[in-house]
């Protein structure tokens, strides 16, 4: 589950011309070993790294993802 890049806090810069970034939403009813779980999986299999992570009041976890810039064409991660 993706979520508007326009809803990224102010402070999570994303432009870089070494890094591409993804947001990813994971709803509150993911526990905190669920979310590590998606999360490993798409570091191992898409070359992701995690760069932030936000909680919100309502259980929401806003999650920035980055990776380096890659001729090669790797999908964006799906981690609902």
């Known amino acids: ?5 326009r809803r990224l806090p102010a ?5 870089s011309e070494d ?3 993804v947001p990813v ?3 509150p009813d993911v526990t905190r070993v669920g979310a590590a ?3 490993q999986l798409q570091a191992e299999f898409g070359g992701w790294e995690l760069s932030r992570v936000r ?3 309502d259980g929401t976890r806003g999650v920035l993802l980055k990776r380096r810039k890659s001729a090669r064409h ?3 991660p799906d981690v609902s």
């Open 25 to 27: 939403k994971l709803p």
């Open 19 to 21: 890094f591409e970034y």
């Open 55 to 57: 909680r919100y009041p």
């Open 1 to 5: 589950m993706g979520f508007n890049a």
């Open 37 to 39: 779980l998606r999360l």
């Open 74 to 76: 790797v999908p964006e």
């Open 11 to 15: 402070s999570w810069d994303t432009a």
